[in-house]
Structure formats: C-alpha cells, structure tokens
Nanobody, 126 residues
Framework: QVQLVESGGGLVQAGGSLMLSCVAS????????MGWFRQAPGKERAFVGGISTSGGYTDYADSVKGRFTISRDNAKNTVYLQMNSLNPEDTAVYYCAFSRYLYQRPSRSESEYLYWGQGTQVTVSS
C-alpha cells in the first residue's frame, strides 16, 4: 500500500505561481514514475504531467507545457509541480498519482496509476 499526501494548493491571482508537493510512503518511491492530474468543476479528471523514476524524462499536457514543471526528490520521496503563469482555467483539484508498474515511463492514462492522493484545491482568480 502507498500513501500519497499532497500540499501546496490555495488561492492565487491570475499570473501567479504555486508549487504543489506530494509525499509518498509505503513503497520504494524511486522505482516508480509519478503523475499529476487535475479535475475542474464539471469536467473529467485530466492528465497534467508525469515524471520518470530518475526525473530524466517528463511529459506535459499541451495546456500546461511551458508553464508547469514537474520534478522529484527521491531522497525525500517527494514529487513537485511548479505552476507558473496561472490562469483561471487552471482552477481544479490537483492529484498526484503513483504508477502501477516498476520503471515504466509516466503514462497519460489514469488506468496506469495505482495509488492516488486525496487532492489539493487550486483556485485562480481573474
């Protein structure tokens, strides 16, 4: 079993920045890729980005590319989502996710993730 605890959400003005953190426990963090997803009101949960086990490979949704950056610190069992140039369309509950498979590259599909955090709310005001 893996526990994921997110933090860092909140209210920010358009153009501002936030950094989300997700701490994992219960399994060897460094051998699994991680993903970030978000769910806006009235919409399905959607892929935001993912990072490989070493951090050497990242993938981003087109809507956040160039504004969001994912990183990880395997010594701290933590994955981060740095969000810059936020706009109201980024308002959502953000979830971190733990890959289902060892050493697999991060997937854009929810089904490839086995464990999920509780979510953290990000609200961007105009």
């Amino acid at each position: 079993q893996v526990q994921l605890v997110e933090s860092g959400g909140g209210l920010v003005q358009a153009g501002g920045s936030l950094m989300l953190s997700c701490v994992a426990s219960g399994r060897t963090f460094s051998t699994y890729s991680m993903g970030w997803f978000r769910q806006a009101p009235g919409k399905e949960r959607a892929f935001v980005g993912g990072i490989s086990t070493s951090g050497g490979y990242t993938d981003y949704a087109d809507s956040v590319k160039g504004r969001f950056t994912i990183s990880r610190d395997n010594a701290k069992n933590t994955v981060y989502l740095q969000m810059n140039s936020l706009n109201p369309e980024d308002t959502a509950v953000y979830y971190c996710a733990f890959s289902r498979y060892l050493y697999q590259r991060p997937s854009r599909s929810e089904s490839e993730y086995l464990y999920w955090g509780q979510g953290t709310q990000v609200t961007v005001s105009s």
